[in-house]
């Protein structure tokens, strides 16, 4: 199974990522600090991540809805990407991203 890191509070931990999975679902099953209020419908910014610049091409770009929404996040980045909208898949095996201080 997949694998991504989480980097919360400079904390890295690997957790295991099922396939189909969201990056949000995947950080609540491990009890990460990413609240998801509006349940993926891209109406919130509250899954914000911040994506290591490595992967930040890999993933597919974000689309025009989801670049709205992250106009609200706090602490955004340039490599800033929503947690609902980043499915898992096998070759994003090791994906990296950093939770942002709130």
């Known amino acids: 199974m997949p694998k991504v890191v989480f980097i919360e509070n400079d904390q890295r931990k690997e957790v295991e ?5 969201t990056l949000l679902q995947i950080a ?3 009890k990460f ?12 910014a509250t899954c914000h991540v911040i994506v ?15 670049l709205d929404m992250l106009d609200l996040a ?4 340039k490599t800033s990407r929503l947690g ?3 499915v898992m898949r096998e070759e ?7 939770l942002p201080k709130k």
């Open 17 to 21: 990522a099922p396939l189909g999975s």
């Open 28 to 30: 609540q099953m491990h």
């Open 33 to 44: 600090d990413l609240e998801g209020a509006c349940d993926h419908s891209l109406a919130c």
């Open 52 to 66: 290591e610049p490595q992967w930040y091409d890999v993933l597919p770009e974000p689309v025009s809805d989801e």
């Open 74 to 77: 706090p602490n955004l980045a």
């Open 84 to 86: 609902c909208q980043i």
């Open 92 to 98: 994003y095996d090791g994906l990296t991203v950093r």
